[in-house]
C-alpha cells in the first residue's frame, strides 16, 4: 500500500482528492491536515466520507507527514513551498495542487502571485505534472507541479495544433468555470444570490493563469505566443469549457485526424466526432478532457471546444494520475469514472 498525506484537505480540491483516494485500491490515507480544524473528525466536516476515514485532521506541525510515501499539497498558493524541501530530502514524492511551482520564472511567479517566493531553487526541479505531454518526467519526478485547472483544458485544446505548426501565434481563449473555481471561502461573489442567474467576466486586463498557459504553449511555438485569455464565472458548480480561437497557416490538412492521432492512447483525453460539441454536464466527477476541433465555414479560422471538471481533471483527478505515473501504477488505477447524468 501507498501511504498518503494531505496537507490542507478542507477546501474543495481537498475533499475531492480525499473522495478519490478512498477508492483508490493501493492507497491508505494516514495523515490529514488543517491548522483550522484540528482535532475534528474528517467525516464530521465531509459527511460525504462517512464510513471512508476514521482519521482527524491535524496540525501540519504535529501530523505524521515523515511516515508518508507521497504528499499532496491541496491548500492556498505560498503554503506548499514552506512544506517542499523538508519533505523532498526525507525521500517522499510531494504534488502540489496550488500554483507555487508552476512557473519557472521566479521574478513572472512574484509578479503574478504577489508574494516572494519561499523555494526559488525548486521551481526548475519541479515537474509539470500534465501527463499527456510530461508523462516520463513525471515518472522519475519527487517533486509535481500540478497544473492549474484553466492550463489544463487549454492547453490540451491547442497544443496539438502548434505542436503540428497549423496554426500562427495569435490566439484567444474564451473560459467558463464553475464557482468551485473560485475555492473553498467566503466571498460574495460567489454567493448563490450573486451567481446565480448571471454571467460574468473577470480578470479581462490579466488573470495569473495566463503566463502558466503561456509558458505551456510556447514550448510548442517557434514564436512566442500572443494570447488573449478571458476568464468568465457561470452559474453552476463545477466544470469548465474554454473556447480557443486561432488562424489556420495550413489549410490543407484533416485537423480532426491531427487530433484523433495526436491524442491516440490518451486515457483521459476523448476527441469527439466532428459535428459534436462538448457540454461540462458530460464530464462532471470524471477525469476526461473532451474536445472537438471546427472550422466554421471551411474558413482560415480553427475553433476548439474543450471540458473538464475543474476539481477532477483540473485539480484533484490529476494530481492522483500524477501520483500513479510517480508510484509505477496503472495511470489509470482509481481514475475509471464515468461522468454524471444528468
Not at 308 to 319: F, I, P, R
Request: proline residues 5%.
Amino acid at each position: 500500500m501507498i501511504k498518503v498525506g494531505i496537507i490542507g484537505a478542507t477546501g474543495y480540491t481537498g475533499v475531492e482528492l480525499l473522495r478519490l483516494l478512498a477508492a483508490h485500491p493501493v492507497v491508505e490515507v494516514s495523515a490529514i491536515t488543517s491548522r483550522q480544524q484540528s482535532g475534528k473528525k474528517v467525516a464530521d466536516l465531509f459527511p460525504n466520507l462517512r464510513g471512508k476515514y476514521n482519521l482527524c485532521f491535524q496540525s501540519p506541525d504535529d501530523s505524521p507527514l515523515d511516515d508518508c510515501d507521497v504528499v499532496f499539497s491541496a491548500t492556498p498558493n505560498g503554503v506548499a513551498m514552506q512544506h517542499a524541501q523538508g519533505l523532498i530530502a526525507a525521500g517522499k514524492k510531494f504534488i502540489d495542487l496550488s500554483a507555487d511551482f508552476r512557473l519557472k520564472d521566479v521574478k513572472l511567479w512574484t509578479k503574478w502571485y504577489g508574494m516572494t517566493h519561499a523555494s526559488p531553487e525548486l521551481l526548475n526541479r519541479a515537474v509539470y505534472g500534465l501527463p499527456e505531454i510530461n508523462r516520463e518526467q513525471i515518472k522519475s519526478a519527487s517533486l509535481i507541479a500540478c497544473p492549474g485547472c484553466y492550463p489544463t483544458s487549454s492547453q490540451l485544446a491547442l497544443i496539438p495544433l502548434l505542436a503540428n505548426k497549423l496554426i500562427d501565434n495569435d490566439i484567444v481563449i474564451d473560459a467558463k468555470s464553475g464557482t468551485s473555481g473560485a475555492g473553498r471561502k467566503e466571498s460574495v461573489a460567489n454567493l448563490f444570490a450573486e451567481a446565480g442567474d448571471s454571467i460574468k467576466a473577470y480578470g479581462v486586463d490579466g488573470h495569473r493563469h495566463l503566463p502558466e498557459i503561456l509558458q505551456g504553449l510556447n514550448h510548442f511555438s517557434s514564436e512566442s505566443v500572443s494570447l488573449t485569455f478571458v476568464p468568465h464565472l457561470m452559474p453552476m458548480i463545477r466544470g469548465i469549457l474554454i473556447t480557443a480561437y486561432a488562424n489556420l497557416i495550413e489549410l490543407d490538412v484533416n485537423l480532426q485526424s491531427v487530433y484523433e492521432d495526436y491524442y491516440q492512447g490518451e486515457p483521459f483525453v476523448d476527441i469527439l466526432p466532428a459535428g459534436m460539441s462538448p457540454q461540462t454536464r458530460s464530464v462532471k466527477g470524471s477525469n476526461m478532457c473532451q474536445i472537438s476541433i471546427n472550422r466554421p465555414q471551411s474558413g482560415t479560422k480553427v475553433v476548439v471546444l474543450a471540458v473538464e471538471d475543474n476539481l477532477v481533471k483540473g485539480a484533484a483527478g490529476q494530481a492522483v494520475q500524477c501520483m500513479n505515473l510517480c508510484c509505477g501504477l496503472e495511470e489509470t488505477t482509481g481514475l475509471d469514472i464515468i461522468g454524471l447524468l444528468p
